[in-house]
């Protein structure tokens, strides 16, 4: 966040990104989106005072059936995070990859996920991110045909292959040592770039935007370089 802060980079919501594409208006110049998965509270006790000191806010895609349970969002939370100009977005509610459910299920997922968010946030979510990647053509009607969703986001396939795990909770705050940056030898760093694999996030086909996905070995040089292809 520091090196993108630095570089003159800013963010919008994807419903911010959404609703600009859908008036045809062209983001400025070195306009990011920040989407953070799964839930978990970290992203608020630790992602949101660092977004907070950079004035950037962030998407954050909540598996809507564990909300108010241990280590997830809670709804007082989640109400703080819009009130700080953040969105809470669709990430279904138990988080199933969608490309594999019955229709009934299907639209379980999607609608009543969308349904227990609305009653926790006062606020429908207006974009959705299929969990583990998991897309199909039902899917994508089923999303599209959500009353408020406005673009929906293709998560990377979790690494774990066919899991319905979220992603990993940390097990403790990370520290500035643990970057690796900060561990690896300064010369080591250029040989060693992390492949940014960009993966695509789109809706209906309409709009097809570049994603880089951001992990705990991703390097801020690299991360900025990778950016600034796009800005
Ligand atoms: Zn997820």
């Not at 520091?2 to 003159?8: K, N, S």
């Not at 977004?51 to 998407?59: C, E, K, N």
């Not at 705050?173 to 300064?186: E, F, H, K």
Request: charged content about 15%; glycine content about 8%.
């Amino acid at each position: 966040m520091d090196a993108l802060a630095v570089a003159g980079w800013h963010t919008i919501t994807l419903a911010e990104l959404a609703a600009d594409l859908q008036a045809h208006r062209k983001p400025t110049p070195k306009t990011f989106v920040i989407t953070i998965d799964d839930g978990w509270s970290d992203g608020f006790t630790y992602a949101l005072p660092i977004l907070h000191s950079h004035g950037y806010v962030a998407t954050y895609y909540v598996i809507a059936g564990r909300i108010d349970t241990n280590g997830n969002l809670s709804t007082t939370q989640l109400k703080a995070l819009i009130a700080a100009g953040n969105e809470i977005g669709d990430h279904t509610m138990d988080h199933l990859s969608l490309s594999r459910l019955a229709p009934a299920k299907l639209k379980f997922e999607i609608e009543a996920g969308a349904a227990r968010i609305a009653q926790a946030t006062g606020r429908w979510p207006a974009t959705l991110a299929y969990p583990l990647g998991g897309v199909n053509d039902a899917a994508a009607a089923e999303v599209q045909a959500c009353g408020q969703m406005r673009m929906a986001v293709i998560e990377a396939p979790w690494a774990g292959g066919g899991s319905t795990s979220p992603s990993p909770r940390p097990t403790a705050l990370p520290s500035a040592g643990r970057s690796p940056a900060a561990v690896l030898p300064a010369a080591a760093v250029p040989s060693l770039p992390p492949p940014l694999q960009p993966v695509y996030e789109t809706w209906a086909n309409r709009w097809t935007i570049p994603r880089l996905r951001v992990t705990p070995s991703t390097i801020p040089a690299n991360l900025l370089a990778e950016l600034n292809r796009y800005g």
